[in-house]
């Protein structure tokens, strides 16, 4: 089993950024799925940023050029850096981390982006 813990959500301003982390009690090394979701009231959940190991890093087109998805191994950690958030971004952001021993999901951060 793998927990994953996120951090980093909040209350910010249109325009402002968000750091979020999703830390794991295992090594992340040979996870071959890492990615960020989100699921905003009344709407499906939706694949924000994903990665794998040796290929593209896909990212939801509304998202393209404003977020950056990334990893630090040492540190067993996902990010999400999200710049100039707009209130369309306001949502539960949820981590998942995909291997061989399973699927595993964090319990999710919320993000508010409001005058």
């Known amino acids: 089993q793998v927990q994953l813990v996120e951090s980093g959500g909040g209350l910010v301003q249109p325009g402002e950024s968000l750091r979020l982390s999703c830390a794991a009690s295992?090594?992340?090394?040979?996870?071959?799925?890492m990615g960020w979701y989100r699921q905003a009231p009344g709407k499906e959940r939706e694949l924000v940023a994903g990665?794998?190991?040796?290929?593209?890093?896909n990212y939801l087109d509304s998202v393209k050029g404003r977020f950056t998805i990334s990893r630090d191994n040492a540190k067993k950690t996902v990010y999400l850096q999200m710049n100039s958030l707009k209130p369309e971004d306001t949502a539960v952001y949820s981590c998942?981390?995909?291997?061989?021993?399973?699927?595993?999901w964090g319990q999710g951060t919320q993000v508010t982006v409001s005058s």
């Open positions: 998942k981390l995909a291997s061989s021993i399973g699927t595993f």
């Open positions: 295992r090594s992340i090394f040979n996870f071959y799925f």
């Open positions: 990665m794998t190991p040796g290929g593209p890093i």
